[in-house]
């Protein structure tokens, strides 16, 4: 997609010149599980401090309007995979399967050469529940979408996890963002001698609750409630795993030529304090700014500039950007893509993006024209409000009245974006015409035949004990005499 008269920015002669120009680049996708705009050093947290973070985003091309795909997390990681907007591809909501007839960045790279591995958080097999590892049987693990190797697990995970190494099951020790890190870092130095370039996803389960930080990384925040200390120091470690990334990339002697992006799934969490959104209005789950926009850094030392921009991206360009910057074929995707390519972005400065960024979860949608938003919390309903996102980014006014010409343009562009989505979640996107096979239904793993001979041995581990309980409650026969 075309992007908007690009201005060139003085000294960047040297991008994709030399040696790297003629060398694919290594590719890490790196995110957060529920971390909000708010939640950094550089943005100015009263009490997060995040140098490892602060670093990249000063080396590198810190967005400060980049939005996730969805306001939730699966929805998302659809997104990331895809270029598409969560729904096209079944992704309703978190738990939901990602379709196998979607086509994903992974295909498409290791067709393009590269070895490919996901670390941490999946989610896009339609189980739900706290994270277990994703077993070799499961029809949607990440290798039937292209990864290689993979060390994850099925949703959200804390310290001393469970996890699945292509299908085989380990207990691991310590923070669960510093394993990810480890085991992305194991893939990228063991594959390195190959030659091929690689491409990692990191995808953390933290800061989503439940909340359990190591204690010398929450002892800083004793002076909070203990889910909102907890939340924050998992942050910590996090942050410490991103500089250990760096550091490792570095150490390989790839850091130049490797491609770093760092965002967050969904917005921030309420009732953390201090406040997770840095003032938006809205939480996760919301179409709200504080629901969607999150944290968004691209750092590329041989090609990107470090600088800020207030140019509008989200995580369905991930995909499109490196189709561009590798030049892909067109068939790697599944269209309508929803994203565009961020490429230009990487050596000029266009002052807009040249099509809007649009939204959908459940019955609330959203769409980000530049400098203006138009959302809707009831599709059905048809009550539409329009923000000026420059001069009032904490949506505080509508100015639906004000401005009815483009109220109108922007609700029928929606409204006709929304349309073309339900065709798409009817399966007519894919060469079939037709749903193949059919979605399943969203479940608990612990519901699944092929993990009860585990439960025994996991029902007294402390991530997975409220809900098995629960669980038990629920399946219990009533003791009520007929």
Not at 159 to 178: C, K, T, Y
Not at 264 to 276: A, F, Q, R, V
Not at 468 to 480: G, H, M
Request: charged share 25%; hydrophobic share 35%.
């Amino acid at each position: 997609m075309r992007l908007a008269t690009l201005l060139l920015l003085p000294g960047l002669a040297l991008c994709y010149s030399g040696t790297l120009a003629a060398t694919k680049p290594h590719i890490v996708f790196v995110m957060a599980d529920d971390m909000g705009w708010g939640q950094t050093g550089y943005r100015g947290h009263p009490l997060l401090q995040t140098p490892q973070l602060d670093a990249m985003a000063a080396a590198g091309l810190r967005f400060e309007r980049f939005y996730a795909g969805a306001p939730v997390c699966s929805p998302t990681r659809a997104s990331v995979l895809t270029g598409r907007a969560n729904d096209r591809s079944g992704v309703l909501s978190h738990g939901y399967a990602l379709r196998q007839q979607e086509k994903t960045i992974a295909q498409a790279l290791k067709q393009a050469g590269y070895v490919t591995g996901h670390f941490g958080k999946w989610h896009l097999n339609g189980l739900r529940g706290p994270g277990a590892p994703v077993l070799a049987s499961d029809e949607y693990h990440p290798g039937r979408f292209g990864f290689d190797a993979w060390v994850s697990v099925t949703n959200f995970f804390d310290v001393d996890p469970l996890m699945s190494r292509n299908g085989q099951i380990e207990a691991f020790e310590g923070d669960s963002s510093e394993i990810a890190v480890a085991e992305a870092v194991k893939f990228l130095e063991g594959n390195q001698a190959t030659g091929k370039p690689m491409f990692a996803v990191i995808w953390y389960g933290t800061p989503h609750s439940p909340f359990r930080a190591l204690p010398d990384d929450k002892r800083q925040f004793e002076s909070l409630n203990e889910n909102s200390a907890n939340h924050h120091g998992e942050l910590v470690a996090m942050d410490r795993s991103v500089g250990t990334l760096r550091r490792e990339l570095r150490r390989l002697g790839i850091a130049d030529n490797t491609l770093l992006v760092f965002c967050s799934d969904n917005g921030g969490l309420p009732g953390i304090t201090p406040e997770t959104v840095g003032g938006l209005r809205g939480n996760k789950g919301t179409v709200y700014e504080g629901g969607l926009r999150v944290p968004g850094i691209i750092e590329w030392p041989a090609v990107i500039q470090p600088r800020v921009t207030d140019f509008p991206a989200c995580t369905m360009d991930l995909f499109p950007t490196v189709a561009d910057v590798l030049g892909l074929p067109d068939d790697v995707f599944v269209r309508p893509l929803d994203g565009i390519s961020l490429k230009p972005l990487f050596s000029t400065s266009p002052s807009e993006r040249d099509k809007p960024i649009p939204f959908r979860y459940g019955a609330r949608a959203a769409l980000v024209d530049n400098r203006y938003k138009l959302l809707t919390n009831d599709l059905g309903k048809g009550d539409f409000q329009l923000y000026d996102l420059q001069d009032d980014p904490a949506e505080t006014r509508d100015i639906g009245g004000e401005q009815p010409e483009r109220f109108e343009r922007m609700k029928q562009q929606l409204l006709a974006w929304n349309e073309s989505v339900d065709a798409s979640f009817a399966g007519r996107d894919y060469p079939e015409g037709r749903l193949v096979p059919p979605d399943p239904e969203p479940r608990s793993w612990y519901e699944i035949p092929a993990y009860a001979p585990y439960l025994p041995q996991w029902k007294d581990r402390w991530e997975f004990k409220p809900y098995l309980e629960r669980e038990k409650k629920v399946k219990k026969p009533s003791s009520k005499k007929l």
